[in-house]
């Protein structure tokens, strides 16, 4: 079944120059695995399009059940330089928490503890 990060995970995201950074922090320990499988470097590039020119990087923090993201090349220039709405990056938790992920009906069940 395919359901949104947002059922699944809260995030933050702020930048440095023109890197927005996207911490992926799942609800419980084990929604963490599903995370780590679905939510791919690839896969992130592929939801924000063409909005991120550059490389998406992605760092595993299993002792907070989290994934860090950078996506460079994401932000205009940076908040000194762009013209964009968001040069800060702010909204990119908001934009990656819409992404949709495939999960197993077993994998759904984890969703009511």
């Known amino acids: ?18 890197t927005a950074n996207v911490g992926l922090i799942a609800f419980t320990d084990g929604i963490y695995p599903i995370l780590v499988r679905e ?7 592929k939801h924000f399009g ?5 490389d998406v990087e992605r760092f595993e923090l299993p002792n907070l059940g989290a994934l860090n993201f950078l996506l ?12 964009m709405t968001d040069a800060q990056g702010k909204t990119f938790s908001t934009a990656l928490l819409r992404m949709f992920i495939d999960i197993s009906d077993d994998e759904s069940k984890l969703l009511a503890q």
């Open 50 to 54: 063409a909005m991120v020119k550059g």
């Open 1 to 18: 079944m395919k359901i949104q990060l947002v059922k699944l995970a809260h995030a933050r995201s702020g930048d440095k120059g023109d």
């Open 39 to 45: 939510v791919t470097a690839e896969a992130v590039k």
């Open 72 to 83: 460079h090349e994401s932000l205009g220039g940076g908040g000194t330089l762009s013209l």
